[in-house]
């Protein structure tokens, strides 16, 4: 489950423009992932999953991948949500992939019946490892407060 000092890390590691562009274009505050890492322990310990943060092999935050219940207002509220975000040198690397597929194997265990994933339109990368993972496109809509971006929503039954 990520720690306290994880939400440095996830700051540091989503300061990039190239992330920045798919996630709202702006950098965020570290209080945001304080907040965010905070969430997620507590999923974690009433649900058993959550967002996890992700190493490489040699033990260095690329990021996070896992499930947490939708956190918006809009969208598909009251499914769990499938995310990953990766920092920009994790790209191509098959890790959203393969910590997506566990993450699939632990919610499942958890008595998740369906996840979904709302994936930028333009991350082809994003939309790739929702593919790889078997999910289906439902539709696609507007980001709120990003209309111009365009939002594709996977799901998957388990």
């Known amino acids: ?11 540091r590691a989503f300061d990039d423009p190239g992330v ?13 992932y304080h907040e ?6 507590r999923h ?10 992700l190493l490489d092999g040699a033990g260095e935050v690329v990021g996070f991948t ?27 690397r098959g890790y959203a992939t393969a910590a997506a597929r566990e993450t699939l194997e632990r919610v499942r265990a958890a008595g998740v019946g369906r996840v979904v994933a709302v994936v930028n339109a333009r991350d082809e990368r994003s939309v790739a490892v929702a593919r790889r993972l078997g999910m289906v496109l439902r539709d696609t809509a507007p980001i709120p407060g990003r209309e ?11």
């Open 148 to 158: 111009a971006e365009r939002g594709h929503r996977f799901d998957l039954e388990l």
């Open 66 to 92: 896992g499930a947490q219940p939708w956190p918006h207002p809009w969208g598909p509220v009251g499914e769990v949500e499938l995310g990953w975000r990766l920092a920009r040198p994790a790209w191509g």
């Open 44 to 53: 974690e310990a009433e649900r058993g999953f959550c967002l996890w943060t």
């Open 20 to 32: 920045r562009e798919l996630h709202g274009g702006r950098s965020a505050e570290l209080s945001l």
């Open 1 to 11: 489950m990520p720690t306290e000092e994880d939400a440095y890390a996830w700051h």
């Open 36 to 41: 965010l890492t905070a969430r997620q322990r």
